[in-house]
């Protein structure tokens, strides 16, 4: 087993820069699509790529690289992160779903609420693939 310094310093920093890299691409592509730059999309959840994905993916995959792939660490990491990912496709997405329906009930009927409910709250799929990928290469990007 390798040596415990710097270990979570190379936590920290893949699942930053996997963090860093989906949100500023959700940026690039919000601006490719609205011609403007929306800030509020760098906090905001949902779209592509998913940034829940990459982080996981890449702990995931750093305590493999670091610890083996047969280690608790991993395994535990992988688990994790599979119910991360799968919440995202799945109730996060149902959540989102149930928002734009309320949302819309309430305009035909003519309820003004203060705010409508946020919509984009799960993944796609696609984004949630994006989202692994981009994990997968930052962790391997540190280690390589």
Not at 69 to 77: D, E, G, H, K, L
Request: hydrophobic share 50%; net charge neutral.
């Amino acid at each position: 087993m390798p040596a415990s310094v710097g270990v979570l310093e190379n936590f920290l920093s893949v699942a930053g820069s996997s963090l860093v890299a989906c949100q500023g691409l959700k940026l690039l592509l919000a601006l490719h699509r609205y011609k403007s730059l929306p800030w509020h999309r760098l906090l905001q959840p949902g779209g592509m790529p998913s940034s829940h994905a990459a982080v996981v993916t890449s702990l995931a995959i750093t305590m493999g690289l670091i610890y083996g792939w047969t280690s608790p660490f991993f395994q535990v990491a992988a688990v994790f992160g599979g119910i991360v990912i799968y919440d995202a496709i799945t109730l996060r997405r149902a959540v989102g779903e149930h928002a734009r329906r309320i949302n819309l009930i309430c305009r035909q009927e003519g309820v003004s609420p203060s705010e409508d409910l946020l919509e984009n709250l799960g993944h796609t799929p696609m984004e949630v693939i994006v989202g692994v990928l981009i994990g997968v290469l930052a962790a391997l990007t540190f280690f390589h």
